[in-house]
Antibody, heavy 116, light 108 residues
Framework: QVQLVQSGAEVKKPGASVKVSCKASGYTFTTYAMYWVRQAPGQGLEWMGWISVSTGQIKYPQKFQGRVTISRDTSASTAYMELSSLRSEDTAVYYC?????????WGQGTLVTVSS | EVVMTQSPATLSVSPGERATLSCRASQSVSSGLAWYQQKPGQAPRLLIYGASTRATGVPARFSGSGSGTEFTLTISSLQFEDFAVYHCQQYNDWPMYTFGQGTKLEIK
């Protein structure tokens, strides 16, 4: 069965960076694109960027340009999301999503807490 | 960027009754609209894609309708397990997929 397993919770100080991983199993990793979504406490879902796993093409929304880096390692069937210059407003649960446009499969989420 | 607006923010309905949730897009997204259900502490679960196609395993009491800019999710007879937050997402504007802010469906 399809599974997306994310790395564990992180606590970071303001100004630091965090890198979250998402290991895929149960399907051919390069067949589907992936994207990342975050959810701040009590808030809605926010789309952070998309990667074509097969070609490596990446798209980010304007809001995160220059601060987020999405990548993948096809040999490890793993996608990554790195967010830099962290601030308190980045405290959220981060999800990887297997994309068919809509999100058919989601990772379990990774809580990133930014606190001094 | 396509802005998605959901209404109402909170909907109070009694079990067994019908719930109707709305989602509006700032520009046409054709039928590129998905609905998700999210319970506390869980990842969102896909309910509807293509505006009206139920995902695998989703009960028939969930139905989606609409196209262009106006969309509706209807739950025909609410069960206790249906009380949750519902999100809409457009995926027509490749690949800048955007979400609404969510509707909380609570027990009246």
């Amino acid at each position: 069965q399809v599974q997306l397993v994310q790395s564990g919770a992180e606590v970071k100080k303001p100004g630091a960076s965090v890198k979250v991983s998402c290991k895929a199993s149960g399907y051919t990793f390069t067949t589907y694109a992936m994207y990342w979504v975050r959810q701040a406490p009590g808030q809605g879902l926010e789309w952070m960027g998309w990667i074509s796993v097969s070609t490596g093409q990446i798209k980010y929304p304007q809001k995160f340009q220059g601060r987020v880096t999405i990548s993948r390692d096809t040999s490890a069937s793993t996608a990554y999301m790195e967010l830099s210059s962290l601030r308190s407003e980045d405290t959220a649960v981060y999800y990887c999503v297997r994309s068919r446009g809509y999100g058919e499969y989601w990772g379990q989420g990774t809580l990133v807490t930014v606190s001094s | 960027e396509v802005v998605m607006t959901q209404s109402p923010a909170t909907l109070s309905v009694s079990p067994g009754e019908r719930a109707t949730l709305s989602c509006r897009a700032s520009q046409s997204v054709s039928s590129g609209l998905a609905w998700y259900q999210q319970k506390p502490g869980q990842a969102p679960r896909l309910l509807i894609y293509g505006a009206s196609t139920r995902a695998t395993g989703v009960p028939a009491r969930f139905s989606g309708s609409g196209s262009g800019t106006e969309f509706t999710l209807t739950i025909s007879s609410l069960q206790f397990e249906d009380f949750a937050v519902y999100h809409c997402q457009q995926y027509n504007d490749w690949p800048m997929y955007t979400f609404g802010q969510g509707t909380k469906l609570e027990i009246k």
